[in-house]
């Protein structure tokens, strides 16, 4: 009796502990080896005889629907920086051709106002710009902004600049052989034909050469061009003798300036050197502005034949020149009628 009393009390020979012991349906730690690198799970059930079919591939995800407030791309990053350049840049532009066109509106309103003025009165001159108490009165009108076009006002402008710069040049020129007689009395010559060029070039320069460039700009007349190109290639020429410095012609050009250095007149050389590179200056820049109007000339259509037209018509529209005329017409009609 106490034996099998022993094995009911074995709890290794319970039914279910037996029931799961091993066998070769199922597989122990005994049989698994993780250290045998051939990465082979244990086997738990048998395995099937047809390999497991692949997963089914994930159906693509639906688009995504813009709602009505959400923008659109349109590019990249650099497409969109391109577009708003160019946009910038075309909004630059047209702001500046609509400043242009405010600008060239308000001058023919200027011009508007001047017409209506000149009606009923005669428009003052306003050049040389004297004060009001100096018995002298201003001689001629200017005005760039009103009377000149546009696209011609800064050629113009240049132009009065470069006559302004002469004009002091020349003074400056009679300081410096004023200068020059001072230390060396046989310059008296020299100092003497200095006084006559600032006497006589300034006013006539004005005169002669850019009041023509003014009224051509200002009218369009091809007459008034011709004398200018005349008289200022004569100017240019001048310029260039200045520049040179002949001795005894009163110009303080390289030639006098050096000379007077090599004698030992080093301070009167030093200003003379000052005026020979304002005159190099001068008349290099009258051969760059000469070109410029000349090319502004061509393009204008202009031609010797309007000048000759425009000469004539000046010259019979001119009220003594007209009774000029007619008096010498009745002189030789009464000399051919009589006997």
Request: hydrophobic share 45%; charged share 15%.
């Amino acid at each position: 009796m106490a034996a099998p009393y022993r094995e009911l009390d074995n709890p290794f020979q319970d039914p279910a502990v037996v029931e799961h012991r091993p066998s070769s349906q199922y597989a122990t730690l005994d049989v698994y080896n993780p250290f045998d690198n051939l990465g082979v799970p244990p086997p738990y059930h048998e395995p099937s005889a047809q390999p497991a079919a692949p997963p089914p591939a994930a159906a693509p995800p639906p688009a995504k629907k813009l709602s009505p407030t959400e923008p659109k791309n349109y590019g990249s990053y650099g497409t969109q920086e391109s577009t708003t350049a160019a946009a910038t840049a075309d909004l630059l532009r047209r702001q500046e051709e609509l400043n242009r066109k405010a600008e060239e509106l308000d001058r023919r309103e200027r011009e508007l106002q001047n017409a209506a003025l000149s009606g009923g009165a005669v428009r003052q001159n306003n050049w040389p710009p004297l004060p009001s108490f100096c018995p002298v009165k201003p001689c001629f009108y200017q005005d760039i902004g009103v009377d000149i076009p546009q696209d011609f006002q800064k050629t113009v402008s240049i132009m009065y600049y470069l006559w302004l710069v002469s004009a002091g040049t020349l003074l400056l020129n009679f300081l410096a052989c004023l200068a020059l007689f001072c230390v060396n009395g046989n310059e008296g010559s020299a100092f003497g034909m200095s006084i006559l060029w600032v006497i006589l070039f300034t006013p006539c320069s004005f005169v002669c050469w850019y009041r023509p460039l003014y009224k051509a700009f200002r009218s369009d007349s091809s007459f008034n061009f011709f004398v200018f190109f005349f008289i200022y290639f004569v100017q240019d020429v001048v310029y260039v003798l200045e520049a040179v410095g002949i001795p005894g012609w009163g110009f303080s050009g390289w030639v006098t300036a050096l000379s007077a250095l090599k004698q030992g007149y080093t301070a009167v050389s030093v200003i003379m050197i000052i005026v020979a590179l304002l005159l190099t200056a001068t008349a290099t820049m009258g051969i760059i502005m000469l070109k410029r109007i000349h090319s502004i000339y061509r393009r204008t259509g202009a031609s010797f034949q309007k000048a000759q037209e425009e000469f004539a018509a000046g010259v019979f529209s001119n009220p003594a020149v007209r009774t000029a005329a007619g008096n010498v017409a009745a002189g030789a009609a009464q000399n051919a009628f009589k006997p």
